[in-house]
């Protein structure tokens, strides 16, 4: 059964600066990955959509990573803004099902 | 881009009331629609599987007789909670994508809010 872990489940950081999401994930059996992002009360927003042969993708200020092999992924968020405070989800593809990680719930202090 | 349309947004009901929330994309064919369902600070959790002119299929442990799942056209699924009870109150989102879900990404709804008093 593949499982979805994302590290840390919360972090906070100062407007302008760079930051690193991680998301892991047990089988590497996977068609593709996607970063989302959700608002409170909201539903979810696709960022990202990296295919399993890729190894990045590059979206304005995002960029997301992806080592299949390790299991791995980064969403990198350049010069941090305040509306960029919101849960992030990393979900993998698999078996035609998502998985979805555990998120982390990002804010940006002013 | 596409469009998921998700209505109602929020509900709010008595006990044993059954509730349908539907699920439309706006601007493409959807042959497989999903249902998820987000309790507080939690993930999405996979409930069904929405197939258009078939079953859906359920995760283990979702109750199919509880949440009856319809996929009548190419683009509109609907999840009908029945009986609600307490315990139901949750986030539900449906998500679509144009082809299959591996080569596409998948769009969401904004999410059915459902809080049973």
């Known amino acids: 059964k593949q499982e979805v872990t994302q590290i840390p489940a919360a972090l906070s950081v100062p407007e302008g600066e760079n930051l690193v999401l991680n998301c892991s994930f047990t089988d590497s059996a996977i068609y593709n990955l996607q970063w989302f992002r959700q608002d409170p009360g909201k539903g979810l927003t696709s960022l990202l959509l990296i295919q399993s042969s890729q190894r990045e993708q590059t979206s304005g200020r995002l960029n997301a990573s992806l080592d299949k092999s390790s299991g791995r992924s980064t969403l990198y968020i350049a010069a941090s803004q305040p509306g960029d405070s919101a849960t992030y989800l990393c979900?993998?593809?698999?078996?035609?099902?998502?998985?979805f990680g555990t998120g982390t719930r990002l804010t940006i202090i002013p | 881009g596409a469009v998921v349309s998700q209505h109602p947004s929020w509900v709010i009901c008595k006990s044993g009331t059954s509730v349908k929330i539907e699920c439309r994309s706006l601007?493409?064919?959807?042959?497989?629609m999903f249902w998820y369902r987000q309790f507080p600070k939690q993930s999405l959790m996979l409930m069904a599987t929405s197939n258009e002119g078939s079953k859906a299929t359920y995760e283990q442990g979702v109750e199919k007789d509880k949440f009856l799942i319809n996929h009548a056209s190419l683009t509109l699924s609907t999840l009908t909670v029945t009986s609600a009870h307490p315990e139901d109150s949750s986030f539900y989102i449906c998500?679509?994508?144009?082809?299959?879900?591996?080569?596409?990404?998948?769009?969401f709804g904004d999410g059915t809010r459902l809080s049973i008093l």
């Open positions: 998500s679509a994508s144009r082809r299959q879900m591996m080569n596409q990404p998948q769009h």
């Open positions: 979900a993998v593809i698999g078996n035609e099902k998502l998985t």
């Open positions: 601007d493409f064919q959807a042959t497989t």
